[in-house]
């Protein structure tokens, strides 16, 4: 059996991942999505995305992974090229997709468990017990053996989160964790993330459009408008920035007598 | 005019270059499959589970319409061959026809549409809904959990298929040969003859033909399921191609295949 089928264990240590974009565009045809992005994430932070519906954070995200290869530009991932699948195997890094990509022919339990039995990670009966005890996190229990198609929206939410959480992950992406999820389960999941940040060490990046999450647990917040990098600062000094595209887009104010549509 | 012929060329050219892209991505995917033929071991459950959909989904059908097949060559062959005087030919003409040609055509025609089509629409899906991508981070390639166990699947149902095809044809031409009664050819002087015109190598060439048009029928699903983008509508264009494909392939190669084995 050649060594490259064979499910390898992370050779790279949490303390080294970090992931450097650098100078990436991304275009689909005439389109140019993401322009000229550069930023450095460092080992065991907490990396929050802001932007516009449509900026294209998603695209971002899918091309750290390694699903879209960059038009120009490289993104690095501990000194690897993350558009090489190789890298994606010396570490583990996974990502929490936006409409939750759960296998649907599968029940909640066996999605969760799906990546450990596939990769022999542990026995059974241990797998057994972490899906248990994941599910129990996200208050999931009872939905352990429904199918994808008889959760709610949030609730499937959840479970993609929990699928990724199963994994162990050294690096974690979240497409918006908590953009279906009522106040108290919002914030369940920025409790996780932090917690997951301060036990493991693991990186997390999180394209979220929830001010809370991002200014309770973010280290820094990337703010891109319409593909371009506006600015990369920790969350106090972004709420400072003087940029009235930042302070449009954290505290818009809602008028209904002047509406934004009408200015177009 | 000018204009027309300059679309009709760039239709041609399009047509053209999507076929032998079509080709090319099924190459690529039986290379990248092949890597994981040796972990068919592992991957023993999901192979057992696909044997069995696949031969669930078409045995009853292959047993009645190879029946009637195999009574239709009798009845069309008796006629002829009884104004001849000729009828106990009716099973070397049975026997060699069922097992050579009609069986294997027939059940990968039948896998086609029962098989291949939802194999397509399944794999089209999960693509469609990016499962694809999520088992690509989790490290875990579609061509070993999905593309792989069907292929193998494949190679292990079709023999059986073929040989309940062709002795049910088998037995539909002797109750037509015995009760027809412009024919009416005892069953063992139809047996008798059979015997005597179809030997082992025949059953060997009909199997031959068999695994090769499962094998395509089931690469050609996998390859047109993984390939498609888009929404609900590509997902049924897809299963159409799939299946239209995999006949074409099947006639095109059923010919070039009798020419290389008489
Ligand atoms: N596969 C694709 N092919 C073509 N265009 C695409 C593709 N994926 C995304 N786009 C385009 O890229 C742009 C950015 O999309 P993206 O999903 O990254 O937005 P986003 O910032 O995540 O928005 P949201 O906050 O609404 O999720 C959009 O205009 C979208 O139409
Ligand atoms: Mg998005």
Request: with cysteine; proline share 5%; aromatic share 8%.
């Amino acid at each position: 059996m050649s060594k490259s089928l064979t499910s390898e264990q992370p050779t790279v240590s949490n303390k080294d991942i970090n992931v450097k974009v650098d100078n990436v565009s991304i275009q689909f045809g005439a389109q140019s999505v993401v322009k000229d992005v550069s930023f450095e994430v460092k080992p065991g932070e907490v990396f929050a995305i802001m932007g516009a519906s449509g900026a294209g954070k998603s695209v971002l995200l899918r091309s750290i992974i390694g699903l879209i290869k960059p038009t120009s530009g490289k993104i690095w991932i501990a000194g690897k090229d993350a558009a090489i699948p190789r890298t994606h195997q010396s570490l583990r890094s996974t990502i929490v997709f936006q409409a939750g990509a759960l296998f649907n022919s599968m029940d909640v339990f066996d999605n969760l468990a799906f990546y450990p039995r596939e990769h022999h990670l542990h026995p059974e009966s241990k797998i057994r017990e972490k899906v248990l005890e994941v599910l129990k996190m996200l208050s999931l229990q009872d939905a352990a053996y429904k199918i994808p198609a008889e959760l709610s929206g949030g609730m499937r939410k959840r479970v993609a989160i929990a699928r990724a959480l199963v994994m162990e992950p050294q690096l974690l992406l979240y497409d918006e964790p908590t953009s279906e999820l009522d106040p108290i389960m919002a914030a369940t999941i920025s409790e996780i993330i932090a917690t997951l940040r301060k036990e493991t060490m693991a990186t997390s990046i999180v394209v979220t459009h929830d001010r809370d999450l991002a200014n309770s647990i973010a280290d820094r917040i990337a703010l891109i408008h319409k593909g371009r990098l506006l600015a990369v600062q920790t969350p106090e000094e972004l709420n400072n920035n003087p940029d009235p595209i930042v302070q449009d887009f954290l505290n818009p104010d809602i008028n209904v007598d002047n509406p934004r549509y009408k200015n177009l | 005019m000018n204009a027309s012929s300059k679309s009709e060329s760039f239709l041609l050219n399009n047509g053209i270059s999507r076929f032998f892209e079509d080709i090319g991505n099924n190459v690529i995917l039986l290379y990248q499959t092949l890597r994981y033929f040796p972990l068919a071991p592992t991957q023993l459950k999901r192979i057992v589970e696909q044997c069995y959909l696949m031969g669930l989904s078409t045995i009853p059908i292959v047993a009645i319409l190879s029946f009637f097949i195999g009574a239709v060559l009798a009845l069309q062959t008796g006629f002829v061959l009884s104004q001849l005087g000729a009828v106990e030919f009716i099973g070397a003409i049975v026997g060699l026809s069922m097992c050579r040609e009609m069986a294997p055509v027939m059940v990968a025609f039948l896998l086609a549409g029962r098989v291949g089509s939802a194999v397509t629409a399944e794999l089209a899906s999960m693509k469609v809904y990016s499962e694809v991508d999520a088992l690509k981070v989790m490290n875990v390639p579609a061509e070993k959990i999905l593309v792989m166990p069907r292929l193998v699947a494949a190679l292990l149902i079709m023999p059986i298929l073929n040989i309940i095809a062709t002795t049910i044809g088998w037995m539909g031409g002797m109750l037509v040969s015995k009760f027809i009664n412009f024919i009416q050819l005892a069953p063992h002087i139809y047996w008798r003859n059979l015997k005597d015109f179809t030997v082992f190598p025949d059953i060997i060439d009909g199997t031959i033909k068999a695994e090769v048009f499962g094998f395509a029928v089931v690469l050609i699903a996998c390859n047109q399921g993984l390939v498609t983008t888009g929404g609900p509508r590509e997902i049924g264009s897809s299963v159409t191609k799939s299946v239209v494909t995999s006949m074409v392939f099947i006639l095109l190669t059923d010919f070039f295949i009798t020419r290389a084995q008489l």
